[in-house]
C-alpha cells in the first residue's frame, strides 16, 4: 500500500506556493481556499517574507491549503498512483490535510477548521512567551528527563531519534546551553509551544465551536497523532484533532503502525520535507517521494511507478 503524510507546521518556506499556481486552475483554486480561510494565501505563499509566514494564524491555512492543493494535483497527473493510495497521515496540522485526503473534510470545511484553529493557538501563543525545539539524539529517557527537569514538556516524539520540546524561553534556552548526553538541540521556527498545556485555552475553546464542522466517515486508512491508531469514524477524527492541541503528537506511533500495515511508499504533501527526512530515519528502507512541485509529480522516481 501507499500512504499519503502531511507536514505540519514548520516546513513553510517563503514562495513555495509560486511553481504550484503557475497553472491557472490551480491558482483559481487557490483564491477559493483563500475565501474559504480568510487570508490572502496566494499573497503569503509567494510574497510573504519568512517573519510573515511563521505566524500561526497564516501558517496553518498556508500548509493545508498546499496539502489539498498538490493531493488534488497529484490525483489529476497522476490517477493511477493516487488509485492506489490506501491511507494517510498527517502531522500536528497536517492532520487537518489528512481529514481532506481522507475524506472526512471538504476542502471548505479544512480550511474553515484550520482558521480557527490557528486563530485560536496564535491567540494561545500571544498570550504567555513560550517555543519550541528539536532535540536530536540521545536517548529517549534521557531527554524526557531533563525536560522533566526544566518544566519543558515533549511535543513532539518524531521517530529516529527525534523529540520536540516546548516550553519557556529561559527553558529552552538552558536546554540548549546544556542538552541531555549524546544530543544536540536545534531551535524551531514556530510561535508557540505546541500541543503543550499553553494550548490548554485553544482547546477548551475549540470544543465549544465542535458542532460547525461536518464530518464523514473516511475512506482512507487514517492514522491519529494521538497514539497511532487508526480512525474509522470521522467524529471521531474531528474529536481526537481538538484534543491533540494540547498533547503530544506521536508521530513515531504513526510511522510503527504503518510498518505494521506493510506501506510500500511513502508520498509528502507539499510543502514537502520534513516528513520524508522522519521517515528515512524511522522507516528505513521503505521508498518516498516529496512533492516539493508539480514537476515532482510529473517525474516519478522508481518505486512509484509500477516497478516496484
Request: charge should be negative; glycine fraction near 10%; include cysteine.
Amino acid at each position: 500500500m501507499f500512504v499519503v503524510t502531511c507536514p505540519g507546521q514548520g516546513s513553510q518556506k517563503p514562495g513555495f506556493l509560486a511553481p504550484w499556481i503557475e497553472d491557472p486552475a490551480r491558482r483559481a483554486e487557490l483564491e477559493r481556499m483563500s475565501d474559504a480561510a480568510g487570508i490572502d494565501l496566494i499573497l503569503h505563499g509567494t510574497e510573504s517574507d519568512e517573519a510573515t509566514i511563521k505566524d500561526t494564524a497564516i501558517a496553518q491555512p498556508l500548509i493545508v491549503a498546499a496539502g489539498i492543493l498538490s493531493w488534488n494535483a497529484l490525483r489529476e497527473a497522476q490517477p493511477e498512483l493516487a488509485a492506489e493510495v490506501s491511507g494517510v497521515a498527517g502531522h500536528s496540522v497536517g492532520e487537518v490535510t489528512a481529514a481532506y485526503v481522507a475524506g472526512v473534510f471538504d476542502a471548505d470545511t479544512a480550511l474553515r477548521f484550520v482558521r480557527l484553529r490557528s486563530t485560536l493557538m496564535a491567540e494561545d501563543a500571544s498570550s504567555t512567551p513560550s517555543g519550541m525545539a528539536a532535540v536530536l539524539g540521545g536517548s529517549e529517557e534521557l531527554v524526557t528527563a531533563r525536560l522533566n527537569e526544566l518544566g519543558l514538556e515533549p511535543a513532539n516524539f518524531n521517530g529516529g531519534g527525534q523529540i520536540v520540546a516546548a516550553g519557556g524561553p529561559s527553558s529552552l534556552e538552558a536546554l540548549a546551553a546544556e542538552p541531555p548526553q549524546g544530543s544536540r538541540v536545534i531551535a524551531l521556527k514556530v510561535a508557540g509551544a505546541f500541543h503543550t498545556k499553553y494550548m490548554a485555552h485553544a482547546r477548551e475553546q475549540f470544543s465549544l465551536h465542535r458542532a460547525e464542522f461536518a464530518a464523514s466517515d473516511p475512506q482512507l486508512a487514517l492514522w491519529a497523532n494521538e497514539d497511532g491508531s487508526v480512525y474509522d469514524n470521522g467524529d471521531a477524527f474531528v474529536a481526537e484533532m481538538v484534543r491533540q492541541l494540547a498533547q503530544p503528537v506521536r508521530w513515531d506511533a504513526c510511522m510503527a503502525s504503518m510498518l505494521d500495515a506493510g506501506v510500500a511508499g511513502l508520498i509528502e504533501l507539499s510543502p514537502a520535507g520534513a516528513l520524508t527526512g522522519l521517515a528515512k530515519r524511522g522507516m528505513k528502507g521503505i521508498p518516498s517521494l516529496a512533492l516539493t512541485s508539480f514537476e515532482a509529480i510529473s517525474t516519478l522516481p522508481e518505486g512509484f511507478r509500477g516497478d516496484r
